[in-house]
């Protein structure tokens, strides 16, 4: 993609690449985004074993049936290190963080949700 930045050329064999003496190097590697799939997630589930985090996707339609509340769809699972999970949470702390200086407090709990939804004013008369 022309707009992608082009990842640095690689130094000669026994060179280190250069940057500041004494600080951390910084490495531009180009993404590829154009085959990605975006998908609609309402719920997870987390699991893991020693070495990694599953992090299960999908969507909860909440639609009750005739035999109940309809299943849960998982859809897509993510597995990553556990150093992957961490910074993928901080960085959603900092997102959501942000979001909420902007809008104010996300609830995540349903009934306080519609408890604290804002009531439309009616017009005087009706």
Not at 13 to 22: F, L
Not at 26 to 44: C, E, T
Not at 84 to 90: D, I, N, V
């Amino acid at each position: 993609m022309p707009d992608e930045p082009t990842p640095p050329a690689p130094a000669p064999q026994g060179q280190a690449p250069q940057g500041q003496p004494g600080g951390p190097q910084q490495i531009q590697v180009a993404i590829n985004d154009g085959d990605m799939a975006s998908v609609y997630v309402n719920f997870f589930r987390v699991t893991g074993n020693p070495d990694e985090v599953l992090l299960d996707l999908g969507m909860y339609s909440q639609v009750m049936g005739p035999t109940g509340p309809e299943p849960i769809t998982l859809g897509h699972r993510l597995v990553m290190n556990f150093v992957t999970a961490k910074k993928l949470a901080e960085v959603l702390r900092v997102v959501v963080a942000r979001h909420e200086q902007a809008f104010g407090a996300i609830e995540v709990d349903p009934n306080r949700r519609l408890r604290n939804q804002p009531q439309l004013q009616r017009p005087a008369g009706t």
